[in-house]
């Protein structure tokens, strides 16, 4: 039996009917990303860290002390893979397992204030700055990509529900919704 | 329960985040060790009121087991350690 499988965001569908317009909060989903984890030794874990910011057109997200994940719009999951190998890390492709969300504007840290349990004062949650952490109960990854925008990295199965949280704590804020990618 | 556990990875996080596993003081015991002596290591412990020392697990965060030493009446954290870090020590 043929198996016809197709390649769907998660929430897909549940976007649809808001704005098509950003307003000066907005969350974007991104479609199309390229999400790698690593994992490595406990005594290679400061080669790799200086290796893993020199990977080109990517970020790196710290998911713990050894622990990693590689995020990139614009390079394929395969060839992240690839420079992984030269680390001699266990590496996964989690691209269809993980959902990347970027929230920004100038109430963003009003928004996730209400999710997130941490200080994300720019003097401690710094540009580049990223940790997993709980978000509307749910774990997840949260850097902080520039002044007030961050990133979310979620599981694809929590994906609707945080979407869901994190709409309706932006209300108040007119935080507008949608794709990017 | 305290509250805010400050782990050695992440720095301050909501209890929340973190799963508690129990004692951190028991040691495993050999193999061939006797029947009484497994009896008290699987099913046996203490409850003491003041100084505690637990294994906690920081599962929404950086996954790594800590060894948090508290006060369960005054809910002050003293210090808390990876667990990888204490075994180290424990060892040397």
Known sequence: ?181 | MASLIKCPHCGVRPREEFSVRGDASVVRPSPAASDEEWHRYVHIRENPRGPYREHWQHAAGCRRWLVVHRNNVTHEVYDVMDAATVAKEVAQ
Not at chain 1, 85 to 110: N, Y
Not at chain 1, 143 to 168: K, P, Q, T, Y
């Open chain 1, 1 to 181: 039996m043929s198996l016809s499988l197709q390649n769907r965001h998660a929430l897909e569908g549940h976007i649809s009917g808001f704005s098509s317009f950003s307003n000066a909060n907005h969350l974007s989903i991104v479609r199309g990303v390229a999400v790698i984890s690593i994992l490595v030794q406990p005594q290679r874990a400061e080669d790799a860290r200086r290796a893993l910011a020199t990977i080109a057109e990517s970020s790196a997200r710290s998911c713990g002390p050894f622990e990693w994940l590689i995020v990139s719009e614009t390079r394929s999951a395969d060839s992240l893979l690839q420079e992984a190998i030269s680390l001699d890390a266990a590496s996964v492709d989690q691209s269809d397992g993980r959902v990347v969300m970027r929230i920004a504007g100038p109430d963003v840290r009003r928004i996730l204030g209400k999710c997130v349990a941490v200080d994300l004062h720019p003097d401690s949650f710094a540009e580049g700055y990223s940790a997993n952490l709980l978000i509307a109960r749910i774990g997840a990854n949260l850097a902080r990509l520039a002044g007030d925008c961050f990133e979310i990295v979620v599981d694809r199965s929590n994906a609707v529900w945080l979407f869901e949280e994190l709409v309706a704590r932006g209300r108040e804020f007119d935080l507008s919704a949608g794709f990017v990618g």
